[in-house]
Each structure stands twice: as C-alpha cells, then as structure tokens.
C-alpha cells in the first residue's frame, strides 16, 4: 500500500469519518487503492473504518472487508486495539462481509493473548460461519475458531464440510479445510470421532465414544452420528490418504490402525501406506517426549495416541502419566482411555489401587470392568457402585450401566436383596430406576415377565413399565 495523505490526519476523527464517506462517490476502478491509502494512515484509521463500515453500501462494504482482511494477515498484531470493533463490524456489517471480517478475527487471534471470555464470545459468531456459504479457505479459519472457542457442538457441521469438501479434494483450498478438521475433530471430538471416520461402524469406536461424551448433550452424540452416515464408501480412502499426504500423521495412529482392521480391501491398502510412512513418527519414542512439553495440547495429543500401541510399548508409560499428581485430570484421565484403547486391564487395575484420586480411580475401575468378560465385569462395577462416596457416584452410575444388559435385572434385584445397609440398599433401588428407564424395550420386558409375581409387583411399583420402543441404535 502506498499513501500520499498527511499522517496528521490519522487521530482526526471527523476527517477520517468523512474520508470514508466519500468511498461511497469513488469510482470501481479506484475504490481499492482509496481504501488502502485510509488503512496506511495507522492511528484511528481501522478503528473508523470498521465503525462506519455497517453504513457504507454493500459493494463498499465488501471491498472495506477484504483490504482490512489483506492487511490484518499480513499485520495481525494492529488488530490487538481493535479486536471488539472488529467483532462488532462482523455482526452488523453485510453478512456478505463476514467471511472476510471473520478471518481476520482468527488471525488477529493468533498473535495476541486473548482472555477466555472474550474467545467465548467468539463461539456464536464461529459456529455461525460453519453454517454459511462460506469458502472452503476461509471457513478452515472458522474451524479454528471454533476449536479455540472449545466449540463442541460445531462437530456434525465440521463433519458435513469435511464430507463435502472431500468431493473436490484436488482443490488446494479444500484439501487444506480436510487436514484443519480433522485436527479440530481429533481436539474436540477425542479418539473415537476420528476412527469413526475410518469405519462408522466400529462397535469399540461407538462404545468408546459414548463413555467419553457422557457428560455431553447426547442430541450431540445423535447427531454426530447422523453426519457421519452422509459419507459415502470412499470416504475412508479418502481421509487416510489425506493424512499420507500431510505432514502431521502423528495424531491420527488411532484412524490408521482401524483402517487396517476395514472390511474394504482397499481400505487396509490406504491404511497400510500410511503406517508404514508414519512409523518413524510414531515411535513411542518421539511421543514419549512429547509427554514432557510444555503445552496442554500436545502432551495430550501424545497421550491419545500412545494408545495405538501395544501394551508391551506403552503401557508403563501411559501408567506413569496417569499417576503423575503435578499433570492435569484431563491428561490423566485420557491415560485411562488410553490403556483402555489398548486393552491393558492389568495396569487399570493397578490404578484402582494406586490412583491418588476418587474421580480417576472410579474410571479406573470401570474401565477394567469393561475389559473383563461380562459377568465378571459387572459383578466388580456394581460392588464398586455400592461402595464408592457419593462425589464419584456418578462416574460409577455411568459404568455400570454401560456393562449391564436387559438381561442383568435379576442380578441388580438380587443385589438389592443382599445390600449390607439401607444406604446401600437405596442407591440400588435408585439405579434400579435409571437401569428400567435407559434399558426400556423388548428385551427388558422379556426379562420382567419371567419374575416373580412379587418382584414383577415391586418392580412395577419401583419404576412403572414403559411404553415399548426399538432399541437404540447406538448401542
């Protein structure tokens, strides 16, 4: 930009509001250059830009946008004093103009500290933009957004875009909106959504994802897996061939190893590409340290993915981790997941007894139990259940009705018969309503009619049968 305007000019207020005015009387052919010479003025220039931006015709708007765009990518730093305006202009600007306004957002973000409230005020905006007919370059920005906003509910969208997006994938702006989602799907969604994408109907996968989304919305579990469905049968090709091609196959071990496991032949061909590219990444080695780093984020992206790997690699590790006090629950209770992704009960079970935490040790439990075979399995999460403090109860609620089958009510009501105290008894019975109501179906009914007339009488009384509907397709 070039500008032959007095610097002076720059912190009048009234000149540069009638600078801008006057855009509106400046020929196409000129308009860009007249906006740059206001932007290379610096002092209050972006400031009155931005504030006067809603008022200008859309035309001008739109070209006002995109120059403050160029010039915030290249000067994201000037954005810091400006960032509530630039919020506002965003909202009451041309929606038209959003697209622009709205990565500048996402680069002034970058480079200045920002207080989480402020971030969560950006979530509506964000989420907002995943809806809209934006491009696929700058929606890669909303994406980012949306992750720094922790904006889970942006999921399903994310995914439908990621779907659409793959249909074009030679697009050099579409094949990079694919590598940014799936780094915001492995941030936001955890493990389970990104081996979903591999195979939708991975039972660990949706098992996984139900336990780890527990304390989310469950119309967000429903409607993740409705957004999943829309892929079409080479959607899988695609995504592995996606991280082959980048440079970051780090996090996304847990997407190659289910596609090596694909019913689709050419599947397991992609996958196996992409493994034996990424082997030298994915040492537990290099992981290993990246356990040690200073950021959140990557410490807990090498946690998640020490779980691709056998026990015999990892375990010890993962198990350090997880009883590692100085690290966060979050990083700790993702080492559980871990272990559990690869079916290492010996050292959940260790945990239960050395976890230095109620919270992670009911976890512990319940994700051995989950490994045990069945009866063996519910047997220990409903004693666990019974004698855990009524800080973690529902933590071990939430186990036990993950193990427990229509067909474990005999066990429940003979539990209840053989509870050591009222409390104990009492917490059954409120289970029991839990279990009746999340368990409803033919099966449960199956189980109900070959009681006992007196049980059929208490347990009608405890938790009246409900209407009877088809079983949930999640499970």
């Known amino acids: 930009m070039t500008t032959n305007i007095k610097p002076k000019k720059s912190h009048n207020v009234r000149a540069l509001r009638q600078m801008v005015e006057k855009l509106e009387r400046t020929p196409a052919k000129r308009l860009e250059s007249a906006v740059c010479d206001i932007i290379d003025m610096g002092g209050f220039s972006l400031a009155v830009l931005l504030e006067k931006l809603p008022a200008l015709t859309v035309p001008v708007q739109v070209v006002v946008a995109r120059k403050i765009e160029d010039f915030l990518y290249f000067h994201p730093e000037k954005g810091a004093k400006i960032f509530g305006r630039l919020q506002s202009a965003m909202r009451d600007a041309d929606i038209s103009c959003r697209p622009f306004l709205l990565a ?25 933009a ?36 793959s249909e074009k994938l030679n697009e050099y702006a579409n094949y990079h909106f694919v590598e940014t989602a799936l780094m915001a799907l492995k ?26 989304w527990r304390a989310m919305d469950q119309q967000l579990l429903q409607d993740t897996m409705v957004a999943l469905q829309r892929a079409d049968a080479d959607f899988a090709q695609v995504m592995l061939k996606v991280i082959d091609l980048s440079e970051f196959n780090l996090p996304f071990v847990a ?18 590409a992409s493994m034996q590219k990424a082997s ?19 410490r807990l992206m090498a946690v998640t993915s020490l ?22 629950l979050e990083i700790r209770l993702n080492a559980l997941y871990a272990l559990f992704a690869q079916k290492n009960r010996a050292a959940l079970e ?17 994700l051995a139990a989950m490994l045990m075979p069945k009866e063996d399995g519910a047997k220990s999460m409903l004693k666990t259940f019974v004698e855990v403090g009524s800080d973690v109860l529902a933590e071990a609620t939430h186990y036990l009705l993950e193990i ?72």
């Open 104 to 128: 500048a957002i996402a680069d002034v973000s970058d480079s200045i500290d920002i207080d989480h409230l402020t971030i969560g005020r950006l979530a509506p905006d964000a989420l907002d």
């Open 130 to 165: 995943l809806d809209s007919n934006m491009d696929f370059a700058r929606m890669s920005r909303a994406v980012e957004l949306v992750v720094k906003t922790s904006g889970v509910s942006g999921i399903p969208l994310i995914i439908r875009l990621m779907i659409k997006s």
């Open 187 to 212: 941030r936001l969604g955890g493990e389970p959504v990104i081996r979903l994408l591999i195979n939708l109907h991975s039972a660990e996968a949706i098992r996984q994802l139900r336990m780890e």
């Open 255 to 272: 997407m190659i190893k289910e596609g090596v496991s694909h019913s689709d032949k050419w599947v397991r061909q992609a996958a196996a």
């Open 280 to 298: 030298a990444a994915l040492s537990p080695e290099s992981l290993a340290r990246m356990l040690n780093d200073e950021s959140s984020e990557v």
């Open 307 to 328: 779980g691709g790997f056998s026990r015999e690699q990892t375990g010890g590790m993962l198990e350090e981790l997880a009883t590692r006090s100085s690290e966060s």
């Open 350 to 366: 260790n945990l239960t007894q050395t976890a230095d935490n109620h919270y992670l040790m009911v976890n512990a439990c319940g």
């Open 404 to 475: 427990l089958e229509p067909e474990d009510l005999e066990m429940l009501i003979k539990a209840h018969s053989s509870a050591k105290s009222e409390p104990q008894r009492e917490r059954i019975i409120d289970f029991m309503r839990l279990f009746v109501d999340g368990k409803a179906g033919p099966r449960l009914d199956q189980v109900r009619s070959h009681l006992s007339e007196a049980e059929q009488k208490a347990l009608e009384i405890l938790a009246p049968k409900a209407q009877t509907q088809p079983e949930p397709n999640l499970h």
